[in-house]
């Protein structure tokens, strides 16, 4: 059976870096975003798509799809894209790295992309439309739920849940046991010990909670940047 060639969701600097990886196993074809924000029309050599139109150009019987875009909406958009891709008739990849060490009873969903030197131990589940970063490091025993995002360097311990959409930063850690629930923001540095509730904010190297909600903090953050 001939492979399926690529199209990437995205034109930010997360899917420009993803094209690099893909091309690794794949022949990456296009990318596609909303014609609202295509401001491109090339990337990389490639065409850039309007996703309203991509099934009529690059029909889903020959091609596939992969989401490569960030944490925003706190991964709804990722989450959103996989399920319209999946509306159109496409199939949707996964991309794990050779170098990752994965145990056979661990699995990975589709449209799931991990990165080099991730670590995923025995009996772990990952879901749909998840991002991991190098050199993470996932326990035995876990559950990540769809469309989290996890940075480089994060370590979470056995037997420890990620509920849907949360945000893991660099070094973030977890510990055994911990069940983080949906659309959870971690931040870099930051040491989680015991369980969280939904939309929680977790920024400080003690785990101390912040007092916003995740939606919330992301909206003061981008303010602040302006």
Known sequence: MTRKKLIIYGNGQMARMFLHFARLEHEVVAFTVDRAVLT?????????????EVETRYPPADHCLITAVGYLEMNGLRARKHREGLAKGYAFASYVHSSVVRHPTASVGENTIVLDHVAIHPYTQIGNSVFIASNASIGHGCRIGDACWINSGVAIGGESV????????INATIGDNIRIERQCFVGANTLVTRDTLAEEVYISASGERFPLSSQAFLQFIARSAR
């Open 40 to 52: 491109d029309p090339v990337i990389e050599g490639l065409p850039v798509i309007p996703f309203e």
């Open 162 to 169: 990620i509920g849907d959409a949360s945000f893991l930063g």
